[in-house]
């Protein structure tokens, strides 16, 4: 049996060669100082999530950047001054009935303006009752304490459970809030 000893120069070699192709990978929506839009478009892997397949590729934009969120279909979506799609993703809106708050906690349906943008370590001063501290990562607030906001995956469903806010998975809360959004940007509602 014949024993392979790697030289710790080739080992080196390759860990380099596979730090820069995940570096590479991983800075596909960074800023590009050539990009007046402050992002870069997103990758084929993202038109392929079924959530994007359900969204228009365009829109009308009257000119500015638009976020969209569409309870009925569970999606949401980045589209640029141009009204094309950026990127988007799963969402879950506010649910019919909320037991702890013994009301209705549906969003609210309309067009807003983001007024409010926390980091990652955002929480909410509510939930959970009576003194809140659920975590709100990447939270982007557009009406009344309602918030676009990451949320763990094991949060989402196909189903709108939310108090009111907009969950989305936190990569893409990640990118909304440091890629795309700022104060003003518009948030439209869809009805449910």
């Known amino acids: ?31 590009s ?5 402050g992002f870069v478009p997103y990758s084929d892997a993202f038109k392929e999530d079924k959530y994007i397949a359900r969204l228009p590729t365009s829109i009308d934009s ?9 309870p009925k279909i569970f999606a949401w979506g980045a589209y640029d001054k141009n009204g094309q799609l950026v990127r ?4 879950t809106a506010g649910a019919d ?19 409010s943008m926390g980091g990652e370590e955002c929480a909410s001063r509510i939930y959970p009752r009576p003194n809140g501290g659920a975590l709100m990562p990447y939270c982007m607030f557009f009406h009344n304490g309602e918030s676009l906001h990451g949320s763990p995956d094991s949060f989402l469903a196909e189903a709108n459970i939310s108090h009111g806010c907009i969950h989305i998975r936190i990569p893409d809360a990640e990118w909304l809030r ?12 869809m009805p449910y």
């Open 62 to 70: 009257g000119g500015e950047k638009i976020i969209i969120v569409d």
């Open 178 to 189: 440091n890629q795309f959004a700022s104060i003003g940007t518009k948030v439209v509602i």
């Open 97 to 115: 009935y909320c037991p702890d708050d013994q009301a209705a906690c549906r969003t609210t349906i309309g067009t807003f303006r983001i007024y």
């Open 33 to 37: 100082a050539a990009d007046d839009e």
């Open 1 to 31: 049996m014949q024993t392979y000893h790697y030289k710790p120069r080739l080992m080196y070699i390759l860990f380099c060669l596979c730090s820069l192709l995940f570096t590479s990978c991983a800075t596909t929506y960074q800023r």
């Open 88 to 91: 988007g993703g799963m969402a």
